[in-house]
């Protein structure tokens, strides 16, 4: 498109005549929301606005087919949406992320950029509309109400995916520490207090666990966003929509995505209700509790290193003071940290706006999309700096953890079943009261011999499940 500087054109709407670049790709309603909401000072997620773009692909493939939309119109909106998703026409998706009108702003920045590239594929002017019109041709047959949640559904399937796929890099991660640290014995905390001997293996198996299970559940939970409402237009009743188009569109968004979509069965429910995306918020944020909890132990176990717990070496990735020579922070973990308190934040956000729907729709839509999206995103890029800037990383110092059970009188936990609680309870005290070791005083008491003490006190011994007769793990 190109426009002497200082070119304008008029386009008008219900509110009357408006003044747009003669060379801008958008429309008026375009202009009216970027003028009405300067709020976030970002525009929609560009996942959303590419579902979008995919919504618009398969409703004019659909209404093609059905014959409602004349095939030079319809291959020139498809082509517009082509180049739209090969990212070649830059006006589109420009709206603030938050905006009033249930996502009317969006839908229509998208109509008007697809319509006004089909006018100039078939020869005509941005702003002509006569070959291509925004409302008549590109949202044919639709609503706001119905293309966008749909186009909600579709991105935020997207990104499970995309997270799902880092979710799983992350827990090889840490099941593969959990293998190079099985012989590392330290001692296990509980309530920040010496509790009995542990495998540095067998805790980093508890964090490979934790997110195995992330996982699981984000993989599942792509089904509670499979079902769509596309179709039902304003209310879910499918109102200027034909039967042919209602009950072929979906099946042709599900080709163009490649995503298990249906039909809701009953549209009414599917376009005022937004449960199913707090269901996934909520997953979200278990996946959000799991990273805090767990970058909060590394932390913890690499504290120090010299005055601290020191047992974890993480990867020095940036200086970590202005003023304190040879401080290296533990940025990574705190970086996934904070990534975390957002994410459990914004599932508050989805919550709230899910239950701010009325009657018939859903008008914080687009909060609840951004917080949501959002979400995804933030937990997809903390998993990812996660594994590759700290956990695969991560060396173990088997001298601190060495010097911690050596020092703790309780690795006496471990001799329970072979020397007896009010034994243990002794050996406990003696090494209170004077510093010597447990193994020292256990052998002065002459309570276990030298081999037997170091096979209950060995690495096989603290990891086997459970005791075996006389004591024997």
């Not at 709206?95 to 089909?118: F, I, K, Y």
């Not at 880092?166 to 509790?195: I, Y």
Request: with cysteine; proline share 4%; net charge negative.
């Amino acid at each position: 498109m190109t426009a002497c500087a200082g070119e304008v054109r008029v386009e008008r709407d219900l509110l009357g005549e408006l003044s747009l670049p003669s060379d801008a790709s958008y429309g008026v309603h375009t202009a009216r929301a970027l003028a009405n909401f300067p709020l976030a000072g970002r525009p929609v997620h560009p996942e959303l606005t590419r579902a979008l773009v995919l919504v618009k692909r398969a409703c004019a493939r659909t209404n093609m087919e059905t014959g409602h939309l004349p095939l030079h119109v319809g291959e020139a909106v498809v082509a517009a949406c082509d180049e739209a998703l090969d990212g070649r026409l830059p006006e589109i998706g420009i709206t603030d992320a938050l905006q009033g009108g249930a996502g009317t702003s969006a839908n229509m920045n998208v109509n008007e950029v697809l319509a006004n590239r089909g006018e100039e594929i078939l020869g005509g002017r941005p702003g002509d509309y006569a070959r291509v019109h925004p409302i008549h041709h590109v949202n044919l047959h639709q609503s706001t109400n119905d293309v966008f949640p749909t186009a909600v559904k579709v991105a935020a399937i997207t990104l499970l995916r995309r997270l799902e796929k880092s979710l799983a890099a992350l827990q090889t991660a840490f099941q593969d520490k959990e293998r190079e640290f099985s012989g590392v014995v330290k001692m296990g905390r509980t309530q920040l207090q010496d509790a009995c001997p542990i495998t540095l293996g067998a805790e980093f198996s508890a964090y490979g666990e934790a997110i195995s299970r992330d996982r699981w559940r984000v993989f599942k939970c792509e089904e509670r966003l499979r079902v769509v409402n596309l179709g039902g237009t304003a209310v879910g009743t499918g109102i200027t929509a034909p039967r042919d188009y209602i009950f072929l569109v979906v099946e042709r968004l599900r080709e163009d995505t490649g995503l298990g979509l249906s039909r809701a069965d009953n549209l009414v429910d599917a376009t005022q209700n937004a449960d199913s995306f707090v269901e996934v918020s909520g997953i979200l944020k278990a996946v959000a509790v799991n990273l805090l909890k767990i970058s909060s132990d590394l932390r913890l176990l690499a504290s120090g290193p010299r005055a601290g717990l020191g047992e974890l070496m993480l990867p020095e990735v940036q200086a970590g003071s202005s003023i304190m020579p040879g401080k290296v922070n533990p940025v990574i973990c705190e970086a996934v940290g904070q990534a975390a308190l957002r994410v459990m934040a914004l599932d508050g956000l989805v919550a709230s706006a899910a239950m701010s729907g009325q009657l018939e729709l859903n008008a914080f839509l687009p909060l609840l999309a951004d917080a949501l999206l959002e979400s995804l995103s933030l937990l997809d890029a903390a998993c990812l700096m996660f594994r590759s800037r700290c956990v695969e990383g991560i060396s173990a110092d088997a001298a601190a953890c060495e010097e911690h059970v050596h020092r703790s009188w309780a690795t006496v936990v471990a001799l329970v079943p072979a020397i007896g609680y009010d034994a243990a309870v002794e050996v406990a005290r003696q090494v209170r009261e004077t510093g010597a070791t447990v193994p020292q005083v256990v052998l002065e008491r002459g309570l276990l011999s030298a081999p037997e003490l170091r096979r209950l006190l060995s690495a096989e011994a603290m990891t086997v499940l459970g005791q075996g007769r006389e004591g024997r793990p």
